[in-house]
C-alpha cells in the first residue's frame, strides 16, 4: 500500500535573543576601546643610545651606539634618531655616557673637528679622580741645559686636555711609573706635546676639579 506523502514540514525560525546581540556590541566596542588607548600610550619612538661612553673627540660610529624605544613628549627632534648621523662621519662635541641618549647638539661633523689623539707616557702616579673623560691638564718638565743635571720647572703644556684611555704597561719594558694614557688635545697644542716627548720631558697629569694646597 503506497504512502501518502506527508504535508512539507516547516522550517523552525531561528531567534536571536537581542541581549546576545546587544553583548557583541558591547565587546567589540570594549576591544577597540582597549586598542586606541594601547595606540595612544605606546607612541614610543627609535632613538640611539651610547652603548659604552664616548668621549669628546672621539669618532662616533653606528657600532657605538644601539637603538631603543622610549617615549618623548615634546623633545624627540632633541636626540639621534637611527639613520641620523652624518654621512660624512661624526665625532663627538662631549662626552656621552654609556646608557645615554644622543642628543644631536652632542654630536658634530668631521669636517669641524678641532682635536687629535696622543698617547703620552707619565712619570708619576695618577690622581684617583682622573678617570676616562676627566678634563685635565698636561704638564711638562723639559731636561735644564744648566750645568745642573735635572729638568726645569714645569709648565702647562696643555690645560684643556681629555682622557680617552688610561693603558696600564704590563710588559717587561716600561718608562716611568708604567702608565699611558691617550688624551684628546686641541690640534694647535699637537706639535708643542710631540715636542716635548722627543725631547724627553717629564710629562704629569693634573685633574682640572683637584684643588690647590697651600
Given at each position: ?22 553583548g ?78 644622543v642628543?644631536?647638539?652632542s ?6 673637528a ?64 708604567g702608565?699611558?694614557?691617550e ?7 699637537l ?17 682640572d676639579?683637584?684643588?690647590l694646597?697651600?
Amino acid at each position: 500500500m503506497a504512502r501518502v506523502a506527508s504535508p512539507e514540514r516547516k522550517h523552525r525560525k531561528f531567534f536571536i535573543d537581542p541581549r546576545f546581540g546587544v553583548g557583541i556590541v558591547l565587546v567589540a566596542g570594549s576591544v577597540a576601546g582597549v586598542v586606541l588607548i594601547v595606540a595612544q600610550t605606546d607612541a614610543t619612538i627609535e632613538v640611539l643610545v651610547a652603548a659604552e661612553t664616548i668621549v669628546a673627540g672621539e669618532r662616533v660610529a653606528a657600532g657605538d651606539l644601539s637603538v631603543a624605544h622610549v617615549r618623548l613628549d615634546g623633545t624627540a627632534e632633541l636626540y639621534l634618531r637611527p639613520g641620523g648621523l652624518p654621512e660624512d662621519g661624526a665625532i663627538a662635541v662631549r662626552s656621552i655616557t654609556a646608557g645615554e641618549l644622543v642628543p644631536v647638539a652632542s654630536v658634530g661633523s668631521t669636517a669641524g673637528a678641532t682635536s687629535a689623539a696622543v698617547v703620552v707616557s707619565v712619570d708619576g702616579p695618577l690622581a684617583q679622580s682622573v678617570v676616562i673623560s676627566s678634563r685635565v691638564t698636561l704638564w711638562a718638565s723639559v731636561p735644564s741645559t744648566g750645568p745642573a743635571r735635572g729638568f726645569d720647572a714645569p709648565t702647562a703644556l696643555v690645560p684643556d686636555a681629555t682622557v680617552v684611555e688610561i693603558i696600564e704597561s704590563t710588559g717587561l719594558i716600561s718608562s716611568g711609573s708604567g702608565m699611558q694614557v691617550e688624551l684628546l688635545v686641541p690640534r694647535d697644542r699637537l706639535a708643542a706635546v710631540l715636542a716635548a716627548m722627543a725631547n724627553g720631558a717629564a710629562l704629569a697629569i693634573v685633574p682640572d676639579d683637584q684643588p690647590l694646597v697651600d
